[in-house]
């Protein structure tokens, strides 16, 4: 006897399930469309963001980076950290930033697994033998 088969599920379906509110910051930005299953769409504000001030323009880049929107935290960091003339709301702004890029440690490992393979890969090709 065969097995049923998994269950499958369109994106109407699974829209019509999930219910509005669904958050559309526009037709061009594919991370901008953030779908609100059973209340995971609620976002907080992250701990360290307790001390920043609060401006609608900062708001805005603390609420994209609890998203999860690393992409758009940086290009509005920035933007915000060269127009505003708050002292207070450029720390932030570059604290968000700076929070956004990636770990020395990851970058190092990485360097030093491509450089291992590279040898590895090298050290093969000039002592490797075809099977006899």
Do not use: C
Request: glycine residues 6%.
């Amino acid at each position: 006897m065969p097995a049923n088969p998994a269950p499958t599920m369109t994106m109407e379906a699974a829209l019509a399930w999930a219910g509005p509110p669904w958050v559309d910051a526009g037709e061009d930005d594919l991370t901008a469309a953030i779908v609100r299953v059973g209340g995971m769409g609620n976002t907080r504000r992250p701990s360290f963001s307790e001390e920043f001030p609060r401006t609608p323009e900062l708001d805005a880049v603390v609420a994209a980076f609890a998203l999860g929107d690393y992409a758009s935290v940086r290009a509005q960091a920035i933007r915000l950290e060269r127009s505003s003339p708050d002292e207070t709301v450029r720390k932030a702004a570059r604290m968000l930033f700076d929070r956004t890029r990636p770990d020395p440690l990851s970058i190092g490992l990485l360097v030093a697994a491509a450089l291992l393979l590279v040898t590895m890969a090298g050290w093969w090709v000039v002592h490797g033998k075809p099977p006899s």
